[in-house]
């Protein structure tokens, strides 16, 4: 439950900031240019290979999420959230998962761009695993393993051509942090490292101001030897981002 709240948490406070923000963006900032808010839904196609013991290879699956991103000046805020159940998308799984899979994850970072195609990002990051037994609005019911992982990140951005009919982006991010889970029937939290490749274009609509974004990312977050984490996800997605300025 809890990160199904935290989800319907940052659609809300995205909601509600687009509704702010519409009223400040068509300012320009003195000597610094627009501000600008985009949000939007992601579908994707993920696969993902997790070891803790014994392995998951969930095979090729489809997923969704939410991506949002607010600048103003030099100052960049953004987020993201997808989830990835095995049984792929369906209302009746958004209720009660039976999977044997079930991911959900999220990330924030605030970023200052040093120049007009170069942003440096820092944030947090979770993520929520289940191996097994099935989940009800996100919250498991009962499971074989469940990973509870928090991180602190830090990354660049590249992007060129943006508000323009197609642009192109890059992001590139590490991951320092722990994750809590079960071993032999013990409770561990051992510390984990990783990183997340990203790249997309931005493709706008006609004239109006959707664009459709096709992309693909590369992740990968692992503990030591000892404890034998890991996780491997490869996704192809698109999002459909409104964006204002």
């Given amino acids: 439950m809890r990160n199904t709240l935290i989800a319907a948490l940052l659609f809300a406070m995205a909601t509600t900031a687009s509704a702010q923000i519409s009223r400040i963006i068509t300012t320009p900032n003195r000597g610094s240019g627009t501000s600008s808010f985009s949000i939007g839904p992601r579908l994707a196609s993920y696969s993902t290979d997790f070891r803790a013991g014994a392995r998951v290879d969930t095979g090729r699956q489809s997923g969704f999420g ?4 607010y600048r103003s000046g030099q100052f960049v805020l953004d987020f993201m959230w997808d989830h990835d159940p095995e049984n792929g998308f369906s209302l009746a799984d958004i209720i009660v998962d039976v999977g044997n899979y079930e991911r959900d994850r999220g990330e924030a ?16 990051r979770f993520d929520s695993v289940r191996i097994g037994g099935a989940s009800f609005f ?8 469940e990973v509870q992982h928090q ?5 660049v951005k590249i992007h ?22 079960d071993v032999a029937g013990l409770g561990v939290n051992p510390d984990t490292t990783g990183f997340r490749l990203e790249t997309g274009i931005s493709i706008r609509l006609g004239t109006s101001s959707w664009y459709a974004v096709p992309g693909i990312e590369y992740e990968k977050i692992q503990t030591d030897e ?20």
């Fill in 109 to 124: 970072t605030i970023g200052y761009a040093v120049t007009p195609n170069l942003d440096l990002q820092g944030g947090i």
């Fill in 138 to 145: 996100g919250n498991p019911l009962f499971s074989a393993l």
């Fill in 66 to 69: 939410l991506v949002g991103e």
């Fill in 160 to 181: 060129t051509g943006d508000g323009n009919p197609i642009g192109w982006y890059g992001v590139g991010r590490g991951y320092l942090g722990s994750a809590d889970f």
């Fill in 226 to 245: 000892d404890f034998g984490l890991e996780l491997d996800t490869n996704r192809v997605f698109v999002s459909f981002v409104y964006r204002m300025r």
């Fill in 151 to 155: 991180a602190i990140t830090a990354g």
